[in-house]
């Protein structure tokens, strides 16, 4: 099971950080990563997206051989939350550009979603 912090293995190796190891183990580049991505998102606003940038975003995530279980191997992230927050892209750049206009203050959103 990936979470935000533990290796994305496949085949005894993580696909972020590309150490060796165990389910469960802990990814100091992944914690490094999210840790980064919070301090930008809190400090530019915490601005969220709309539900339908959210659903766009991820859909694109859906087909892309980056993604592995909810984790983006390019970057690092967690998809659920990475693709909530305005402060953050696709390091593929296969998002469409963000319309500055819908987003939302983290505390509107809707509680469904990570
Ligand atoms: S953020 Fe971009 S690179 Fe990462 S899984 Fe989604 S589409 Fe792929
Ligand atoms: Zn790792």
């Known amino acids: 099971m ?3 912090v533990t290796c994305s293995y496949k085949d005894g190796i993580c696909r972020y950080c590309k ?3 165990y389910d469960g183990r802990f990814c100091v580049k992944k914690a490094i990563t999210f840790a980064t991505a919070c301090i930008r998102h809190v400090s530019e606003g915490g601005f969220d997206v709309s ?4 659903k766009e975003r991820l859909s694109i995530c859906e087909t892309c051989s980056e993604r592995q279980d909810e984790i ?3 970057c690092g992230c967690h998809l659920p939350l990475k693709a909530r927050w305005a402060t953050q892209e ?3 750049k296969k998002w469409p550009e963000l319309d500055l206009t819908s987003l939302l203050p ?3 959103r809707p509680k469904c979603c990570g």
């Open 2 to 4: 990936e979470t935000l």
């Open 19 to 21: 150490s060796a190891g």
């Open 51 to 54: 539900d339908e940038v959210y």
């Open 72 to 74: 983006c191997i390019q």
């Open 90 to 92: 696709c390091p593929l």
């Open 106 to 108: 983290a505390k509107s």
